[in-house]
């Protein structure tokens, strides 16, 4: 038998029209989300009284996006909204009157990778419909429908295949909200190793797993050794705080607003700031532990980690506590991603919005992104092919 020749062979396969990246393993996705966490609430981009080694460790591995936003709400709601444009990929502007339900014409990224093959969980907070989170993840624990509620008492169902989440299937959470969600995560994932080590075909399951957390969502009620923290004297107020807002947005009286009295006194608002903190440091423990199993269960190397937030909080800032309102406290929001060649300790100053996401990660996973997806992809940015994101 005739053979030819190294250089020849060599040559032909560098004539193949094979991108680099299909070479690879469909790669896996964990999607961590925090509620209602202020963009400076992370160590590593310079707030120097939080305690966020978790966050931090993410930063130092993959990307920061310094000006990442909520484009903001059709409701008082704002969680609704931005979850809807985070599992869509539609603009503000294009969202139905309803957002506390995702109809079924519209196909969710979730719903998307699922239909590709992705073995799609989620665990924490569902605001988006029974009927959109059903077609949309193929399993569940600890999930909780609806809103806000007690971080020790909060009532949640488990994944049922035949998508009925009647109340009288709610158990209580056995854990703290942010504790609990991290190990129904963690369980999620050393099941996933388990499932990756009796394949023996060659075939690869990769898995999208959302993490979305309550915290640090109100009531501030974070445990005991974490409020320990963050002691008033600590605390510094806002630089733009202000004992009440200047005039009446239109939203001075719901109940957000309602958590601190008027006027705002800097006792009351270090106060908040420090449970606020206490939830946030706890949530980041919970994390740690997360990325901890993906590393010991040997998954991390494929694994793109996504974290951000729904949008951000007043606490205190121009004489507000809550979210309702367009200022940079409330609408800009952390953004990290960890992924194979996305360069470590990278910074992006680009504006970008979080429904981009949605055809980042569909770019990234190397599928069609949500036929109603408006979102720019931020894969260039990723690695380092492009520098321009949104122009505003």
């Known amino acids: 038998m005739k053979f030819a020749p190294i250089w020849m062979t060599l040559l032909l396969m560098a004539a193949l029209p094979v991108d680099a990246d299909e070479a690879k393993s469909p790669p896996n996705i964990l999607w961590i989300v925090s509620d209602d966490q202020r963009a400076d609430t992370i ?26 936003y909520c484009m903001g709400s059709t409701s008082g709601a704002v969680c609704a909204p931005s979850r809807y444009m985070m599992m869509t990929g539609r603009s503000l502007h294009r969202l139905p009157g309803n957002v506390f339900n995702i109809p079924e014409q519209e196909v969710t990224l979730p719903q998307r990778l699922r239909e590709a093959g992705w073995n799609t969980f989620f665990t924490g907070k569902w605001h988006n419909g029974k009927a959109a989170y059903q077609r949309s993840f193929g399993g569940g624990a600890e999930i909780f429908f609806g809103g806000m509620g007690s971080h020790t008492k909060l009532m949640v169902h488990d994944h049922q295949p035949d998508g009925k989440y ?62 320990s923290m963050y002691p008033k004297e600590k605390m510094s107020l806002p630089a733009n705080f202000l004992p009440e807002h200047p005039f009446d947005n239109g939203e001075l009286k719901i109940r957000d607003e309602k958590l601190a009295p008027f006027p705002r006194t ?16 706890h949530m980041d423990a919970q994390v740690g532990r997360i990325i901890d199993a993906l590393q010991k269960t040997g998954l991390a190397d494929n694994t793109m980690v996504v974290f951000t937030s729904d949008h951000g909080l007043a606490v205190g800032s121009h004489g507000l506590m809550g979210k309702q309102n367009l200022y940079e406290h409330s609408t800009r929001v952390p953004l990290l991603i960890v992924g194979p060649g996305i360069e470590a300790g990278s910074v992006c100053e680009q504006p970008v919005y979080l429904h981009d996401l949605v055809p980042t990660i569909s770019d990234w996973a190397r599928i069609d ?5 408006e979102g720019k992809s931020l894969v ?13």
Do not use: W
Not at 266 to 281: C, D, F, N, R, T
Not at 369 to 373: D, K, L, R, T, V
Not at 382 to 387: A, I, R, V, W
């Open 380 to 392: 260039g940015l990723l690695n380092g092919t492009s520098e321009q994101g949104r122009s505003s």
């Open 266 to 281: 800097p006792e009351v608002v270090k106060e908040h700031l420090g449970a606020y903190y206490a939830m946030i440091s």
């Open 166 to 227: 009647p109340d009288s299937k709610r158990h209580p959470l056995p854990a703290f909200s942010s504790t609990a969600f991290a190990d129904a995560a963690i369980r999620f994932i050393e099941e996933q190793a388990i499932i990756e080590e009796q394949v023996s075909d060659g075939r690869n399951n990769p898995f999208f797993a959302c993490v979305f957390f309550t915290a640090p969502h109100d009531p501030l009620t974070p445990p005991t050794k974490f409020l």
């Open 43 to 68: 160590a590593a981009q310079g707030n120097a009284t939080i305690l966020t080694p978790s966050l931090d460790r993410l930063a130092r591995q993959g990307i920061s996006f310094n000006s990442a």
């Open 369 to 373: 992104a949500p036929e109603f997806s």
